[in-house]
């Protein structure tokens, strides 16, 4: 098992948890306008659909990359290039964060927590995303590959679920200190773009 895949990929996953995007922003609204009782039942929708998108990478991918070769190359150079296309997308979008909540509706945690787990499932940019981003980071010869895809699916839940909390818990000074401070989307902008372009380049030369 190597331990030092599994760090980076901790690392990787709290970079982009991290980095504003569709996801912790809505929690981050969610939680301003709402309170961080609500912004919990959106965290814990949101994480819960990753199980669905784990156990459809896990049984789909991992019979590819066990029967053939060329298959899981074709896979490595479509996850690279898609990743650095998500680069090229950051690169291209505004720096500005948009933290209005103009557009937020209020309704329970119930509701919150199934609208957050049906836009995540629902979502097939987050398969893409992870058949993209997970088959890189596979870190045991011994252990068999569907095992090593839940082990990263929980890991990538478990991180993004501490961040999203914090980010809860935070709510108010952390929408306070973005609205003050222009340039930290500039930042989290750059800092996404190095991270695509960083994990598309270890993906690509990732071995099986």
């Given at each position: 098992?190597?331990?030092?895949?599994l760090?980076?990929?901790?690392?990787?996953t709290s970079?982009?948890?991290?980095?504003?995007?569709?996801?912790?922003?809505?929690v981050?609204?969610?939680?301003v306008?709402?309170?961080?009782?609500?912004g919990?039942?959106?965290?814990?929708g949101?994480?819960?659909?990753?199980i669905?998108?784990t156990?459809?990478?896990?049984?789909?991918?991992?019979?590819?990359?066990k029967?053939?070769?060329?298959?899981?190359?074709?896979?490595?150079?479509?996850?690279?290039s898609?990743?650095?296309?998500l680069?090229?997308?950051?690169?291209?979008?505004?720096?500005?964060?948009n933290?209005?909540?103009?557009?937020?509706?209020?309704?329970s945690?119930?509701?919150?927590?199934?609208q957050?787990?049906?836009m995540?499932?629902?979502?097939?940019?987050v398969?893409?995303f992870?058949?993209?981003?997970?088959p890189?980071?596979?870190?045991s010869k011994?252990?068999?590959?569907?095992?090593?895809f839940?082990?990263?699916?929980?890991?990538?839940m478990?991180?993004?679920?501490?961040?999203?909390s914090?980010?809860?818990?935070?709510?108010?000074?952390?929408?306070?200190?973005?609205?003050?401070?222009?340039?930290?989307?500039?930042?989290?902008?750059?800092?996404?773009?190095?991270?695509?372009?960083?994990?598309?380049?270890?993906?690509?030369?990732?071995?099986?």
């Open positions: 098992m190597n331990v030092e895949i760090f980076a990929f901790v690392a990787a970079v982009l948890a991290i980095s504003p995007g569709p996801d912790n922003i809505y981050l609204m969610q939680s306008t709402n309170g961080r009782k609500y919990m039942a959106t965290v814990m949101l994480i819960s659909g990753c669905i998108h156990t459809l990478l896990a049984f789909g991918v991992s019979a590819i990359i029967n053939n070769e060329i298959i899981f190359f074709i896979i490595k150079l479509c996850g690279a898609y990743l650095i296309y680069a090229y997308k950051v690169y291209t979008s505004k720096d500005a964060i933290l209005s909540g103009e557009e937020v509706v209020k309704r945690t119930w509701q919150l927590f199934k957050g787990f049906i995540n499932v629902l979502n097939p940019k398969t893409i992870f058949l993209a981003f997970f890189g980071f596979l870190f011994e252990l068999n590959t569907v095992a090593q839940y082990v990263l699916g929980l890991l990538f478990f991180v993004s679920f501490i961040i999203f914090i980010i809860v818990i935070l709510s108010s000074y952390i929408s306070d200190y973005f609205r003050k401070n222009e340039r930290i989307g500039v930042f989290f902008k750059w800092l996404q773009i190095i991270v695509f372009v960083a994990i598309g380049i270890f993906l690509f030369f990732s071995d099986k």
